[in-house]
């Protein structure tokens, strides 16, 4: 849930890293997904809020993200694009009450920032940060033993190698939606591929066909 909050009435949540027993034996999958909060980005995809409601307001998207990320909440983002974000009102607060434990009218004025593996709760007026939601998946089976060996075989993971990236499989529903918000990046993406996250590169990963479907530069 969420982290850090300041009286928010959040709870912490713990992530595992991807990799487990030092050989990319398990996968902890961590939110890469939009679709995982379905509520919130049904709220987003209405009311078109992707800088939007930044813009609103007449506030720099630069000026905004560079005053979010300087808080070490929010420091791994430094140059990561958020997938989107929402500014609390009267309108959307109770929708967002049913998926976030602890909104309250306090959070009033405040942004959701969702990235790929959480939403930073941001409160831009007093430059403070309220929480982070963690987006967890549960934990899945165990993959191929030569998952790792076959991944990092390719060129496009040269010096990436001993990273724990964090990511999952893409299914259908969440896969459409990619694909309509991203289509260059999910053009060819499949139902089945791995959505991997590194801290300077993302890759989609088609594991049955030992193939690089995409390698997207982040940053």
């Known amino acids: 849930m969420v982290k850090g909050g300041i009286g928010s009435g959040f ?30 980005l049904v709220l987003l995809m209405t009311n078109q809020i992707t800088g939007a409601a930044v813009a609103q307001q007449a506030i720099s998207i630069e000026d905004f993200l560079s005053r979010l990320t300087a808080h070490p909440e ?9 997938l989107n974000v929402i500014q609390i009102n009267n309108n959307n607060l109770p929708n967002l009450q049913t998926q976030i434990t602890g909104l309250d009218t306090s959070y009033l004025g405040s942004f959701l920032v ?32 030569d998952f790792s060996a076959k991944l990092n075989a390719h060129p496009e993971l040269k010096g ?34 791995f959505l991997l996250r590194y801290s300077t590169r993302l890759i989609i ?15």
């Open 160 to 193: 990436l190698e001993s990273e724990q990236p964090v990511g999952g499989q893409l299914d259908a529903n969440s896969l459409s939606t990619l694909q309509q918000q991203f289509p260059n990046v999910y053009a060819n993406a499949k139902v089945g591929d």
């Open 114 to 145: 969702q990235y790929t593996d959480a939403i930073v709760v941001y409160d831009y007026d007093n430059d403070a940060v309220r929480g982070t939601v963690s987006l967890q998946q549960p934990q899945q089976a165990a993959l191929p033993a």
């Open 11 to 40: 709870t912490s949540s713990y992530r595992e890293p991807l990799h487990e027993m030092g050989a990319f034996q398990y996968i902890k999958l961590v939110l890469i997904i939009a679709t995982l909060i379905v509520g919130i």
């Open 74 to 82: 929010a420091q791994a983002y430094v140059g990561v694009s958020p």
């Open 205 to 219: 990963y088609d594991y049955n066909n030992d193939a690089i479907v995409n390698a997207v530069d982040l940053g």
